[in-house]
């Protein structure tokens, strides 16, 4: 196995066997099991199939071939080549038992990386260095709860081993004080103290190897401090006086050793860092139309407090009881609690914070500062086939919406497309895109819907947006595996008359924002942001569910469509502060007939909790080399 190919060579009796496979000619990737191939694995290309076994390590095997045939398959997508990861060390520990390969150790690292930035929503830079068991100790209720810690070089995260327990992501540009604890007490051994700027604590004990963790954190931290000097807006002041910004005290205490704080670079007593105020400045905004700083809902639909419902009141109370017992910001502690605060729904009020805060754009958005600004000067006055394209589809994106009526909310949306479309010229502008951004809009500033749609775009739906699609017609065919597994019956009937394609393009594009009324969908992008795209099966299956009996009756794709049509087009929020505002043609049904949108979502996790990230990611790893193989076949 190599980047490129998978070769097999044998010579058995005077006999020679040789075969050459390219990974961009495999089609389709398999494990297999027989009598006479026992855990085997089948590889498919378009010459042929070949079935391999007898493998020592078969489920390392595959899992290594499912790496390289998908690395292959989006080289294809981006046609760009491998780069191996010279940060790597060239061997992990000086008692290495054997030697593994610099691809396979590659490949691994990467796996890892992938899979941590994505349980924790973090930049699509971001690579694990480490992890380790140890036990958070948790303020809320008194305990002390076990799981991993991870290590990586901009944040320390932990994940419960209990699922959905707690998990928790501290910054390390929040960090202002690490240490050892040195105490007799059996209860807290091996224990690290964390503090932040914001005075926040966090102690975590049980570590095995607690000093190489400090060590690793100290490097880390030195390194960002360097980041940060090397950057125009920040000053530097090690006599710790000047600069009028927050101050990063990065510091090793050693309580049990010679009492003296340890520098992180120099060795010397301490270090101070002081971030200047013009840190967080940025430029003015484009001189032809007023930036939206603020979300447009606050311009167009601003009220005042005897105007706000008492639900939206009590969600909003409720809320910052979370906030003070779990903390705010992207170092709280999340928790079931918090799970459950989101399907009852998040408060106008909010809901613009906690996207960012759920999504992970929070983090781009604090290390960034300025590059949104700096991308809608560059597109000043720039045409493009996506400049054209978001022109035509403006006056199109909820234009039933005050906001949207304005030149102030079209100016604002225009800005945010366009600069995304110079930022990731890749996927530039696709259709959909625009209904998307709107709604951010209406509850983040400009700058702030500007990174909930690069981690939109970039991590929660990859792929999606550009010019093929990929990644809608992917989760299409793992919709219809699942629609096939567990709605048998219905798939059988949906397939007959054409349809099921047709729905979930549509829906899965747009996160129901076309198909549902948006104060319903709006719901939706809530528990969206927070549980990612796991949320958008199990409520395509639900709704599927709920409308079986209607959808066997019909005889042809129109009448489907209809029927789920007009089921969509009735689903209601009954804790909405705005007036409904429909996104389809269909003539409602009485309210009788209407569903909650609230309702829907929980039907949905209790119909459908199983579905996890890790199961949809297996899937699309199939139907990704299916739908790419499929469009290079096209484009011959």
Not at 32 to 40: A, D, F, I, T
């Amino acid at each position: 196995l190599s980047i490129n190919h998978l070769c097999f060579y044998s010579f058995l009796m005077g006999r020679e066997a040789k075969l050459i496979v390219r990974w961009t000619d495999v089609t389709q990737l398999d494990r297999s099991n027989s009598m006479v191939l026992p855990e085997g694995i089948k590889v498919c290309t378009r010459d042929g199939t070949h079935y391999f076994s007898m493998f020592v390590h078969p489920n390392e095997t595959y899992a290594l071939m499912e790496q390289l045939a998908d690395m292959a398959m989006r080289q294809l997508l981006s046609e760009e080549g491998f780069e191996e990861d010279r940060e790597l060390p060239r061997r992990l520990k000086k008692l290495t038992p054997k030697k593994v390969s610099l691809l396979k150790r590659d490949l691994d690292a990467r796996a890892k990386s992938e899979a941590y930035r994505t349980l924790f929503r973090l930049p699509l830079s971001e690579k694990l260095d480490g992890r380790t068991e140890c036990t958070l100790w948790t303020p809320y209720n008194k305990r002390h709860i076990w799981g991993i810690l991870y290590v990586s070089p901009n944040y320390l995260c932990f994940m419960s081993r209990v699922r959905n327990e707690v998990s928790l992501i501290v910054p390390l540009r929040d960090m202002s004080l690490v240490e050892k604890i040195e105490n007799s007490n059996s209860l807290l051994p091996n224990a690290v103290h964390i503090s932040t700027k914001s005075k926040t604590t966090f102690l975590f004990a049980q570590l095995a190897d607690r000093d190489f963790l400090v060590e690793r954190i100290s490097d880390f931290l030195s390194r960002t401090v360097h980041r940060q000097y090397s950057t125009d807006s920040i000053s530097i002041n090690s006599s710790g006086s000047g600069g009028s910004g927050g101050r990063l005290s990065a510091s090793f205490s050693d309580n049990g050793g010679n009492g003296k704080d340890k520098d992180i670079t120099t060795g010397s007593d301490r270090v101070s860092v002081s971030l200047g105020s013009s840190l967080g400045a940025e430029k003015t905004s484009m001189s032809s139309s007023p930036a939206a700083n603020q979300p447009l809902t606050m311009v167009f639909c601003r009220r005042n407090s005897a105007e706000i419902p008492p639900k939206e009141k009590i969600k909003e109370h409720l809320w910052n009881i979370h906030f003070a017992e779990y903390g705010r910001g992207v170092s709280m502690y999340r928790t079931v609690k918090t799970h459950e605060l989101i399907l009852q729904g998040i408060p106008d009020s909010l809901r613009g914070e906690l996207w960012l805060l759920f999504s992970g754009a929070i983090n781009e958005l604090q290390t960034h500062p300025g590059y949104y600004q700096s991308l809608v000067e560059q597109s000043l006055g720039k045409y493009t086939i996506a400049t054209d394209e978001i022109e035509r589809d403006l006056h199109r994106s909820l234009p039933e919406h005050p906001a949207f009526q304005s030149d102030i909310g079209i100016a604002a949306l225009r800005r945010v497309l366009t600069a995304y479309a110079f930022r990731n010229p890749n996927i530039g502008y696709c259709q959909a895109m625009n209904i998307v951004t709107s709604v951010l809009l209406l509850y983040a500033s400009e700058e702030e819907a500007f990174w909930l749609l690069v981690a939109l775009c970039e991590r929660l739906l990859p792929d999606y947006y550009n010019t093929k699609v990929v990644g809608a017609l992917v989760d299409q065919g793992v919709f219809e595996d699942l629609t096939r597994e567990y709605l048998p019956q219905l798939y059988d009937k949906l397939d007959e008359l054409g349809v099921i394609s047709m729905i979930s393009l549509s829906w899965f594009l747009t996160l129901f924002l076309s198909v549902m009324p948006f104060n319903s969908a709006v719901s939706i992008m809530d528990v969206f942001f927070f549980d990612g795209a796991r949320v958008i099966f199990q409520l395509a299956l639900t709704i599927l569910d709920n409308n079986t009996n209607s959808l066997l009756d019909c005889r042809d794709d129109g009448e489907a469509m209809q029927a789920l049509g007009e089921y969509l087009d009735n689903v209601t929020n009954r804790d909405s502060t705005f007036p409904s505002i429909s996104s389809s043609n269909f003539s409602s049904k009485s309210n009788e007939s209407s569903v909650d949108v609230g309702d829907l979502i929980k039907e949905s996790y209790q119909k459908y909790y199983w579905i996890a990230a890790d199961t949809i990611d297996k899937m699309r790893f199939k139907h990704r080399l299916k739908v790419i193989q499929g469009l290079e076949d096209s484009n011959k």
